[in-house]
C-alpha cells in the first residue's frame, strides 16, 4: 500500500475510532521579546509538556531580532523537557548562504526539525528572491531534515486561486516535507475541501490544522486582517460586546475550539498543531476535556 492511499486509509480508521484515544498534539511558541518575559514561556511549556505533545515549535520573526532568539528557545525547551522542539526558519530578509550555516548549526547541535516557511516583511516593495519550495531543497541537501511547512485552507494572502496554492503545497511535498500545517481557520468546510483538494492532487503527507484558540476578538480580528482568515458572522454575534470580559472570551474561545477539534476528529483528523501565544492554560483545559 503506498503512502497515498494510507493517508486516506488512515482518515477513514480515525472516523470510526474513539476520539479521546487517539487525538495527538503539537504546540507553537514564540520567543519573547523580553528576557522577563521567558520565565512565563518556559512554565507554559512544562505544562503543556504533561500532555506528551507529539512536538513543539517556536517561531522565528523575520523583521525583528527575535529571530536571533529562536534557537536559544528551541535548545532550552528540548533541554527542558526532552520533546522534539522544531524550529521555524524562514529565508525573508536572507540568502542561502546564511540559511546554510543556520541550518547546518541546527544539525550539529541535534535540532533536525524545521517548519520551512517564506515568511512575510514589512517593507511594503520587498521582492521575493526565495521561497519556502528553495528553503526545502536547500535543507535537504544539507541534511535528511525532517520538515514541516505551511498550508492554507482559505488562500494564501498573496494567492491568485486555490489551484496554485495546491500546485505550491505539491512542489514541497514533491522535495522533502513531511507534513503541512495549516494556517488557523474557523470554517471546518474550508479545511476539509482543502484536504480533499490535496488527496486529488495525490498529496500524501498529513494536513494537519492549527488550532487558534480565541482569548481576545479584537486580537484575532487584527489576525485575520493580515492572514486572510474569514471569521464568520456567528463568532461576532458570540464575542459582542465582550471587550472588556476576558473570562467569558476565554470560554467562548475555548469552546469554538473543542467544536472544530471534535468535528475535524470525526472527519479522521488525528492531530492538531496549536498556537498557544504563549499560553498554556486555555490549550491546557482544551486539550484536557478532550481526552488528551
Not at 85 to 102: E, G, Y
Not at 197 to 216: A, D, S, T, Y
Not at 230 to 242: E, N, R, Y
Request: net charge positive.
Amino acid at each position: 500500500m503506498n503512502v497515498f492511499s494510507q493517508y486516506h486509509q488512515d482518515i477513514i480508521k480515525q472516523k470510526l475510532e474513539n476520539i479521546s484515544n487517539n487525538i495527538q498534539c503539537s504546540f507553537e511558541f514564540f520567543p519573547p521579546k523580553k528576557s522577563s518575559l521567558e520565565k512565563n514561556l518556559l512554565s507554559s511549556v512544562q505544562h503543556l509538556s504533561e500532555l506528551k505533545p507529539n512536538f513543539f515549535s517556536v517561531t522565528y520573526g523575520a523583521n525583528s531580532g527575535e529571530r536571533e532568539k529562536t534557537y536559544d528557545i528551541v535548545k532550552k525547551i528540548y533541554k527542558k523537557t526532552g520533546i522534539i522542539t522544531a524550529a521555524h526558519l524562514t529565508c525573508v530578509n536572507s540568502t542561502p548562504n546564511k540559511l546554510k550555516k543556520i541550518a547546518e548549526h541546527y544539525w550539529k547541535n541535534g535540532i533536525k526539525s524545521i517548519i520551512a516557511l517564506r515568511g512575510d516583511t514589512l517593507e511594503k516593495n520587498y521582492k521575493h528572491t526565495m521561497y519556502a519550495l528553495d528553503l526545502v531543497i536547500l535543507l535537504k541537501k544539507i541534511a535528511n531534515f525532517d520538515i514541516s511547512v505551511a498550508a492554507y485552507p482559505e488562500l494564501h494572502p498573496e494567492s491568485k486561486n486555490l489551484k496554485l496554492d495546491i500546485l505550491n503545497l505539491k512542489k514541497k511535498v514533491d522535495a522533502g516535507a513531511s507534513r503541512a500545517i495549516t494556517q488557523f481557520f474557523f470554517n471546518i468546510e474550508s479545511y476539509l475541501r482543502f484536504r480533499e483538494n490535496c488527496i486529488k492532487n495525490r498529496i500524501n503527507i498529513e494536513i494537519i490544522p492549527g488550532i487558534l484558540p480565541v482569548c481576545n476578538f479584537k486580537q484575532l480580528q487584527r489576525f485575520s486582517k493580515m492572514t486572510n482568515v474569514h471569521i464568520p458572522k456567528w463568532m461576532f454575534q458570540m464575542f459582542d460586546g465582550l471587550d472588556n470580559d476576558v473570562f467569558t472570551q476565554k470560554i467562548i474561545g475555548s469552546s469554538i475550539a473543542i467544536d472544530i477539534v471534535k468535528k475535524l476528529s470525526f472527519e479522521g483528523v488525528k492531530n492538531f498543531h496549536f498556537y498557544t501565544l504563549n499560553q498554556s492554560d486555555m490549550t491546557y483545559s482544551i486539550c484536557n476535556i478532550l481526552g488528551l
